[in-house]
């Protein structure tokens, strides 16, 4: 994603839980996806989302990177959180989502009917062909925010992801410095 962070699994549930409760609606997901490269670049990108799933606390359902197609570029936590209902197994955090401590399906569905829509439609995503991301290797992260600074749910940036960004910053400055000091001011 635009930080670099991948999806951040609490809130991919507490997502999950406020559209649970308010009802799903299509016309608020504005999903836009990348073909995954056939190069190294699209290595790292299987690799990193296995990783995501993997060291997940059991909050993200497994990867399969076989099976991966395209990565989201818009819309990735309003996957995730379709994703951890729709496969069974996930550890829940929101008792009102959740049975025997996962995520529940049938207790999502009774709790709001139109979450069944999206669970057996699957989300429509715009694709951008991969050929373009190699080309542009940032493009990825301007479609993103510039997406969602066009919505009134856009997310916040968590602790967690202003920290890193943070990071990422002095790790630029570093890198374009001869002295290779970071200046924290």
């Known amino acids: 994603n635009r930080d670099g962070a991948g999806l951040v699994p609490i809130d991919v549930h507490d997502l999950l839980l406020r559209i649970s409760q308010n009802g799903w609606s299509w016309g608020a997901v504005?999903?836009?996806?990348?073909?995954?490269?056939?190069?190294?670049?699209?290595?790292?990108?299987?690799?990193?989302?296995?990783?995501?799933?993997?060291?997940?606390?059991?909050?993200?359902?497994p990867a399969n990177s076989d099976q991966m197609q395209i990565v989201t570029v818009r819309g990735s936590h309003t996957s995730a959180s379709v994703r951890i209902y729709a496969i069974p197994g996930v550890k829940g955090i929101h008792e009102k989502c959740c049975l025997d401590g996962h995520v529940s399906k049938s207790k999502i569905v009774e709790l709001q009917p139109s979450m069944e829509e999206p669970c057996a439609k699957g989300l429509r995503y715009q694709v951008v062909r991969w050929e373009l991301v190699v080309a542009c290797p940032r493009l990825m992260e301007v479609l993103s925010r510039t997406g969602n600074a066009g919505h009134g749910v856009a997310r916040v940036a968590t602790i967690l992801q202003g920290c890193n960004r943070v990071h990422a910053m002095a790790m630029q400055s570093v890198e374009r410095s001869a002295d290779a000091s970071i200046n924290y001011d």
């Open 30 to 61: 504005d999903a836009l996806a990348c073909e995954i490269p056939p190069t190294d670049v699209g290595d790292k990108w299987r690799a990193f989302n296995e990783q995501l799933a993997r060291e997940s606390d059991g909050l993200l359902p």
